[in-house]
C-alpha cells in the first residue's frame, strides 16, 4: 500500500520543489582543519548505526496511545471539549496525535537530510564538509526508522506542518552559507532534540522510548556541529549582518513555537479549533511544554553569537529566556550516557537469552 492512501488528509503526489540558492563550493586546501570539527567527525564516523539491526521492532506500540503517556498529558486534557468527548472520539484523537506527532519528526528528518547535502555543498570549509557527510547518513537513517515507524505501529501519517515548512524553504532559499546551518543545525535540530528528550523520558512504551534514545544521540551531535561551526564565523560578522541572521533567528523561533501546537489534528477531526487552541495556548501543560522545547535552541544562539535585544525579548515574550542558563554539553552528554544503557541493557537481555538457551541444551542433553 502507498504512504499516500495512509493519510489523515490528502497531499499533493508530486514533490515539494524547493528552490535553493547560493554556490556549491569547492576548497582545495586538504590539508588543516579545527580539531573539534574532525573530533566530531570521527565520532560520527564511529557512531553509524543500522535501523533495522540496533532497534528491537517486534515490540508492540498502541496506536491509540503511541508513547503510553498517562492522560493528563493530552492538550485538552480538564477542558469542557475533553469532557464531552465519548471514550471513542478521545482514542480516535489519541491515535491522531501519535501519528501528527511522529509524522513531523518523521518530515523534519527529511528536512534534516535534504539541508545537511545542502551543506555539503555550500559550506566553504573541508572539515565542515566531512562532518555534514556523516549528518547526510544519520538522516537518511532517521527517515528509515520514522517512516517504518509510522508505516507499522501507527498505520497513519498527516502533512508537514506548514510553520516547519516555511522555515524549511527559507533556510535552502537565502544564498548565504550559513542560513542553512542556523535554520537547521540550530532551530530545526535544536527543537526537534528537545521534543525527542521530552517523549524519551516520559513515555512508557519501549519501542519508544528506545528509538528516541538512539535518534537523540546522533542528534546531539548534529546541534554540536551547528554551534562549532558557526560560532567563529559569527565572531566576525559586522553588526548589520549579525542583526539579519537575529531577525532570522527571531522568526525562526516563533515558527518553531508554533509549530507543535497540533491545529491540524483539530482541523481534520472537525472539532471547534478556535476554543481547541484557545486552551492549549492558555494550558499550564503547554507553557512548560514550549519552555522545555527550548531548552536547546536558548543557549546554542547565546553560545554562537546571536543574542542581541531583539532576540533576547522574543525569548522574554515567549517565556523562555531562563532556558540561556541550560549547560548544553551536559545535556548532550546525558544524551550519549542514555543511549549506552539502551545499548547495554539489551546486550544483557540477548545474554540472558542465550544462557537460557543453553542451559535447555544441556538439561536435555541429560536426560
Known sequence: MSSFDRYATTVPKDTWDVPMAGDARFTWEYDGGRDRLLALYQKGKDKQWDAQLR????????????AGLPENFNPLFGSQIWEKMSEADRQEFGRHQGSWLFSQFLHGEQGALNVSARIVQSVPDLDSKFYAATQTMDEARHVELYAKFVHEKIGMYYPINQDLAKLLKESLDDSRWDLPYLGMQVLIEGLALAAFGLYRDMATNPLVKQLLAYVMQDEARHVAFGRLALKDYYAELTEKERAEREEFVVEGCYLMRDRFKGREIFETLDMPV??????VDN???YTLYQSLLFSRIVPCVKDIGLWGDKVQAAYADMGVLENAKADLTALMKQDEEIAEKYDEQRHQQELAVRRQEVDEAIALGSQ
Open 283 to 285: 494550558s499550564d501543560m
Open 55 to 66: 532497534i528491537d521492532w517486534d515490540q508492540e506500540v498502541d496506536p491509540y496511545n503511541v
Open 274 to 279: 478556535k476554543e481547541c487552541m484557545a486552551y
